[in-house]
């Protein structure tokens, strides 16, 4: 079972930084695509950014491109959300995600993390 624990998260100001990081067991990491959602208050839980198993291939929503940065370091067995230039509209908790297949994708993940509280002040 793959167990996947999210840290970094926190209080920051509008067009600060925070990096949010993911830890996971395994021994297979590199077999899996990673993912990052976030849910807001009130809202559905929406896709953030995507990378695949070998972190040639990313994905972003559209309202992150240029501001966030998804990596991974398969000797870690960790991968990263790096946030610039935040806005209070990316206020949310923060998911870290595993799905088996190594492709990039936005659906059918089925290994989560327990979420990270990111605030973005006015």
């Known amino acids: 079972q793959v167990q996947l624990v999210e840290s970094g998260g926190g209080l920051v100001q509008a067009g600060g930084s925070l990096r949010l990081s993911c830890a996971t067991s395994?021994?297979?990491?590199?077999?899996?695509?990673m993912g990052w959602f976030r849910q807001a208050p009130g809202k559905e839980r929406e896709f953030v950014a995507a990378?695949?198993?070998?972190?040639?291939?990313?994905d972003y929503i559209d309202s992150v491109k240029g501001r966030f940065t998804i990596s991974r370091d398969n000797a870690k067995n960790t991968v990263y959300l790096q946030m610039n230039s935040l806005k209070p509209e990316d206020t949310a908790v923060y998911y870290c995600?595993?799905?088996?297949?190594?492709?990039?994708?936005?659906?059918?993940?089925?290994?989560w993390g327990q979420g990270t509280q990111v605030t973005v002040s006015s």
């Open positions: 990378i695949s198993g070998s972190g040639g291939s990313t």
């Open positions: 395994g021994r297979t990491f590199s077999s899996y695509a």
């Open positions: 995600a595993g799905r088996i297949r190594p492709g990039v994708t936005r659906t059918g993940y089925g290994h």
